[in-house]
């Protein structure tokens, strides 16, 4: 994927995976019409790792991988060696991707609670972002991201591209149009009944890997493997 390509899918509204990255200029390393983006995908669980494949697919490089989980960073490179050649730097620390010069964009598909920070952090270091939803924990972190992207000339994109694909636009337009008459009553179903959460045993902490830096700014609390996959049940994360 160029530079020029990317930025014209860009200014599209966004649909699918061609938008769902972000652009180009690092604030150190300016690039050229023709050459390709470098993207960095910092959370390599399953929604990461499907972002990422789709840009990957459509051209864009991915030169670093960054989980805290060795067993993510290896689901990460063997998901990135079914469409790309070139094998990702893997690294723990997410500050080694800001302060990578072969990163342009970064991919943010951490637990929700890193959200905010990574990004700010992401603009500050010159970096274009493309952050899963929720963007942020409440209004004050959101409000901060705008102003880390106005303030540092960045492009966020928050992953909702589900809300402008065409098939939502065009049941929207029918909508508008009138054709349907005066709607008074809407019904919505979600059959996406997971069951209750149970944390269940508390388990090993894995060798070399950083809890403290997994909570982040969350409140402290002992280690337990139930919350490295079921952070979504708990408000910290």
């Keep these: 994927m160029t530079r020029r ?27 050229g019409a023709n050459e390709r983006i ?13 972002v990422m494949y789709g840009l990957a697919e459509q051209g864009a490089r991915v030169t670093c991988l960054c989980d805290l989980l060795d067993s993510r960073l290896d689901d990460g490179a063997k998901f990135l060696a079914k469409v790309q050649d070139a094998k990702a730097r893997p690294v723990k620390d997410m500050q080694q991707v800001f302060d990578s010069e072969d990163v342009d964009a970064v991919i943010i598909a951490t637990p929700d609670h890193w959200h905010a ?23 004050w972190e959101g409000g901060k991201m705008v102003e880390a992207a106005r303030k540092y000339k960045r492009i966020v994109q928050v992953g909702t591209q589900n809300r402008s694909g065409p098939y939502n636009l065009k049941a929207l337009e029918y909508l508008r149009s009138g054709k349907l008459g005066k709607i008074g009553l809407v ?12 944390l269940g045993d508390p388990g090993k902490q894995p060798d070399g890997f950083n809890w403290d830096a997994w909570l982040g700014r969350a409140a402290a ?11 979504l049940f708990f408000w910290d994360f």
Aim: glycine share 14%; net charge positive.
């Design 5 to 31: 390509t990317f930025l014209k899918k860009g200014g599209r509204s966004a649909v699918g995976l061609s938008v769902a990255a972000v652009t180009a200029a690092s604030a150190k390393r300016v690039l």
């Design 221 to 231: 609390r002992p280690y337990h493997q139930g919350l490295i996959r079921g952070w």
């Design 117 to 139: 920070p990574a990004t700010i952090r992401a603009c500050q270091a010159g970096k274009d972002v493309y952050v899963e939803k929720p963007p942020s924990h409440n209004i």
């Design 187 to 198: 019904r919505v179903f979600n059959m996406k009944s997971g069951g209750p959460f149970r």
């Design 38 to 50: 470098n993207v960095a995908l910092i959370g390599c669980g399953g929604r990461g790792r499907y």
